[in-house]
């Protein structure tokens, strides 16, 4: 079956970096996506990772997927006040259904 | 550019009403997505429209209807609203294959 799952919530300072996690169990993932939330606001793709890496970085963020444990972080370095938000870790599969399953989300806050 | 657009952006119904909720997309996206977002439960996919012409069911389908008017335009209609269906909902579209959803802003809906 199909399962995302994520902690719920995440508080650091600003400056710090920012790990959010997300273990997802179908091991035919083509790829996995973060995507972020705004108050009132629809799901921004921040960045997503093709299920044949391991590691991507875009900036600030980094991506690491390991595969063997169905294991998916984000990591945001120098994060700021901006970075306040909900972070969901999707997966699409490789099946004749397109649609991407979703975690519950992180919410991520952001101390000054 | 105004990506994927929803109307409207709140509503409050009675249970037992009806109401059509309105999406479109001017990306020439083939495959569009209704999600409904509830607290500490992600998105959850309720139906999609992979090409024109075509609609599936989600995860959550019951209580729903969709139709894909055109390839712009998938709207979601609930034909008899009940307390359980208060909830955001969200459209989505992507081109096909592995690309990454585009989100309008949501629909709250609220039914007492």
């Known amino acids: 079956g199909e399962d995302v799952e994520q902690s719920l919530f995440l508080s650091v300072r600003e400056g710090d970096s920012s790990v959010i996690n997300c273990t997802y169990t179908d091991s035919s993932s083509t790829y996995l996506y973060w995507y972020k939330q705004e108050p009132g606001a629809g799901l921004q793709l921040l960045t997503y990772i093709f299920s044949n890496m391991d590691m991507k970085q875009d900036q600030r963020l980094t991506v690491l997927l390991n595969k063997k444990d169905k294991h998916l972080s984000l990591r945001i370095a120098d994060t700021q006040t901006g970075d306040s938000a909900i972070y969901f870790c999707?997966?699409?599969?490789?099946?004749?259904?397109?649609?991407?399953?979703f975690g519950s989300g992180t919410r991520l806050q952001v101390q000054p | 550019n105004a990506g994927v657009t929803q109307t409207p952006k709140f509503q409050v119904l009675k249970t037992g009403q009806s109401m059509t909720l309105q999406c479109a997309q001017d990306?020439?996206?083939?495959?569009m997505y209704w999600y409904r977002q509830d607290p500490g439960m992600g998105l959850r996919l309720i139906y999609y429209s992979a090409s024109e012409g075509t609609t599936d069911k989600g995860e959550v389908p019951n209580g729903y209807n969709v139709s894909r008017l055109n390839k712009r335009e998938f709207s979601l209609r609930l034909e008899s609203a009940a307390p359980s269906q208060t909830s955001v909902y969200f459209c989505a579209s992507d081109r096909l294959g592995d690309s990454p959803l585009h989100f309008g802003n949501g629909t709250r809906l609220t039914v007492t």
């Open positions: 999707a997966e699409s599969m490789d099946t004749g259904r397109r649609a991407l399953t």
């Open positions: 990306m020439n996206h083939n495959s």
